[in-house]
């Protein structure tokens, strides 16, 4: 059984930061990404933020530059820090992690309000 918990989401300003963080548990092995994505209302889930494990990254256009992935492998622990937020930044967040034999596990997602 894997788990996968994040937290961090919460109402902000335009302009804010939030940090999210990820961690997984449980009989997970062999860590081969972390990501995040995130689902507007009435729109599919995409992603926002990937990194491997060596520590490549990549981002959706829309959040470059001002969004930051980061990884504890030893924690088995994913962040995302979040500036310069915008209210189409507004979804509910999912912690991705791709592991072992090609297999994937989700959390439950943690939502993020960009709004004044």
């Known amino acids: 059984q894997v788990q996968v918990v994040e937290s961090g989401g919460g109402l902000v300003q335009p302009g804010g930061s939030l940090r999210l963080s990820c961690a997984a548990s449980?009989?997970?092995?062999?860590?081969?990404?972390m990501g995040w994505y995130r689902q507007a209302p009435g729109k599919q889930r995409d992603l926002a933020a990937r990194i491997t494990r060596g520590g490549t990254t990549n981002y959706a256009d829309s959040v470059k530059g001002r969004f930051a992935i980061s990884r504890d492998n030893a924690k088995n622990t994913v962040y995302l820090q979040m500036n310069s937020l915008k209210p189409e930044d507004t979804a509910v967040y999912y912690c991705?992690?791709?592991?072992?034999?090609?297999?994937?596990?989700w959390g439950q997602g943690t939502q993020v309000t960009v709004s004044s």
């Open positions: 991705n992690m791709h592991w072992g034999y090609n297999y994937d596990s």
């Open positions: 449980g009989s997970i092995f062999n860590i081969i990404s």
